[in-house]
Each structure stands twice: as C-alpha cells, then as structure tokens.
C-alpha cells in the first residue's frame, strides 16, 4: 500500500495563484479559486458519496489553520462521524430551543390574558 503525500502546497504557492479552478493540497483539501473567491474546501466521502465542508476563506484562514482542520476532519471520518451532520444537528437543536421557548413564553403570555381577565375567566 503506497502512502499518500500530504501537504503539496506552501503558503507562498497559495499566495501566488491567480487562476481559477481547484488546487488540491491532499488528503481532502482543496483551495477554490474563481474570479472573486479563494476559499478552502474539504472533500470526503459519506456512506458512498461524496461530500463538501467549506471551512473558510483564504484570506481569513492560513494553510497551516486549514491543514489542521482537515486532519481533525479525517480523525473524525475515521471513528465514524462525519463534522457537516454534528454542526447541523447542533444548529438543528439550537433553532429549536429557540422556537421553543418563544412558544412557551407565548403560550405563558397567552394564559396569562385568558385566565388573568374577566373575558375569559370562569368564576367559581
């Protein structure tokens, strides 16, 4: 089994593409560049297909940051987790605790008016 060789890039070869297309450092990394974007992509495979992370822009993220990323990604596919479905099931249980809880304190609110006035209330 051949080994795979990491890290083709340096930062002065990232700095000094100016042409559009994808340029891969291996092992899943890849750095975007079009007309007005140069961002940094993480390619993987899921459960037979392949997939994309975007992790950032270039201008905001080093190579070495990225690199980094990429390798705590591949640990991650590794044990079976993929990082695109724990981000999204925790945004995913974000937005519902915040639905939620405006829910119940409408509801509060609304139980409030109801029982609190003499519209609704019902005497004994």
Do not use: P
Request: contains cysteine; proline residues 0%.
């Amino acid at each position: 089994m051949t080994s795979r060789t990491l890290n083709i890039l340096s930062a002065a070869k990232v700095q000094a593409i100016r042409e559009a297309g994808r340029y891969s450092d291996d092992g899943g990394l890849f750095l975007y560049v079009d007309a007005t974007r140069r961002n940094w992509i993480f390619c993987y495979t899921w459960r037979g297909g392949r997939k994309e992370l975007g992790l950032g822009s270039a201008r905001s993220l080093s190579l070495a940051k990225v690199r980094e990323q990429a390798a705590e990604y591949r640990a991650m596919l590794a044990e079976g987790k993929n990082r695109r479905l724990e981000r999204d099931r925790g945004s995913c249980l974000r937005w519902f605790c915040r639905c939620f809880y405006r829910y119940d304190v409408r509801m509060a609110d609304d139980a409030d008016g109801l029982c609190g006035s003499s519209k609704g209330a019902v005497s004994s």
